[in-house]
């Protein structure tokens, strides 16, 4: 034993098991760590991006942060001269603990402080910095069993094909079905399970076992004491980030689905961001739907509406109000919306069942891809998508998107998109105009008051080569909205609401805005200046 230990100490290993099987064993371990490694780096990014807003921010600043501690952690290897398997399991049980406790420690602090996102990024730091140990400590371990270029070469491959299995899971079993409370608990489960398999197969060769065992003890029992308590925790912390009681609360693939309530009325959040109020939804649907509606049914007794976005069916309650409507497909990315939409009893309620209509036909998937892949024509098409603040969201709102619309509008079809706040991002605002008249569509910008959301922006129109602006808006003012079922929208609400302060579209004011052009994304940087704050 003195002279393994001494052979240990250079630093090499022997072992009572056979050197294949060691080396499988090690090779085993690196791969599950791998994946549970990558799936720690997109839990924090998702963790920041929720809790703290700004996805394309979160995600460049948690990862660029856990690989330059990676790099700190295999740095601080080299002063690792002894013990290479202790401290491979103390490190082990140092990761159980941190990749376990990053939704307590968030979720439970989000109350008490102003600087969550130097916690979340601390924890970043500090899973990086242990995961940057892990690959040299058992490149070392490995190297009595293999020659240095198989050696290498095998824990490396090990370690990315793990990575690539947690990737998958992450994507598709992790956070839709086990949350950011539960994927978190998973990943610390596989390296205590890691550190104790060590402990099993190579523990006649600790310089200290007592000290390792008492460790993975601690963060096994660490373990056990923050899975009892995370719901509990991550509730609580999810709670505070909302005035109103929490009745509802859904992580699926795509997002997280909040709704909460005050007395009688109802607000639907997805990441965190209000998509409407029970109080006052009509001020946002109607103006959204029925001038768009109108117009076209003044050129064509029947009516085909596609609907992208809108998963709480509400935008499709108000189509169901013109007779002339025979189909509507509604496209949304995430089936779990539609399906709350279909079955919570409070959006059923809102949306009068609307989603049960046989005229109503959902289909999933990007809003985009579904335009280019179908060949249909539509007499109405109406953007009910989230505000742009995300990379994947912005390809909805590009020059590219409008054509691909533009294209797939019938003869005197016509389009009406939301445009988020012209008082609070006007830069925004006037880039979805600029960038749909360099789609090659006239333009009738308008916007109305909703209280929840503040004064919000809409945008409807048609073919450029089939009208101009000056008649696109002469012809939609003259439709009969008085006749229309509605409770806020009648002809004189929409003159109104199409009256824009003089400078939000004057030629100054546009000048120096650009086109959105997904090799140029420049709306989701007006968007992100915003004065939300004020709000």
Known sequence: MRLIRRLFRRPQLASLISPPDASRVLKWCIFATGLAGIVAEYVLSTLATYLLGNAILQWTMVMSLMLFAMGLGSRLSRHIDRSVLDAFILVECGLTVLCAGAPVLAYGLAPWTAHLDLIIYALGMGVGLLIGLEIPLATRANETYEALRANIAGVMENDYYGALLGGVLFAFLGLPFLGLAWTPMALGTVNWLVAGIFLWKFGNLLDHPGRARLAFLAAGMALVLMATHVEQVVFYGEQSRYKDPIVHAEQTQYQKIVLTQNQQHYWLFLNGQLQFSTFDEKRYHEPLVHPALLTAAAARDSLRV?????????????????????????????????????????????????????????????????????????DVILVDLPDPDSMDLMSCYDVSFYRLALARLAPQGVLTTQATSPIFSPDAFRCIVKTMRAAGLAVLPYRNQVPSLGEWGFVLAMDAAQTDEPSLKRRVLSQDYDALPTEILNRDAFISMTHLD?????PDAMAGIEVNDRLKPVLHRYYSRGAWMMY
């Open 306 to 378: 596609l609907i992208l976005g809108g998963g709480d069916g509400l935008a499709v309650r108000e189509v169901l109000r013109h007779p002339q409507v025979a189909e509507i497909v509604l496209v949304d990315l995430d089936p779990a919306m539609t399906r709350l939409a279909r079955e919570h009893p409070v959006l059923r309620a809102v949306n009068q069942e609307a989603l049960h209509n046989p005229r109503v036909r959902l289909e999933h998937g990007d809003a985009a891809r579904f335009l280019k892949n179908t060949e249909a024509l539509w």
């Open 502 to 506: 003089r400078q939000m579209l004057a």
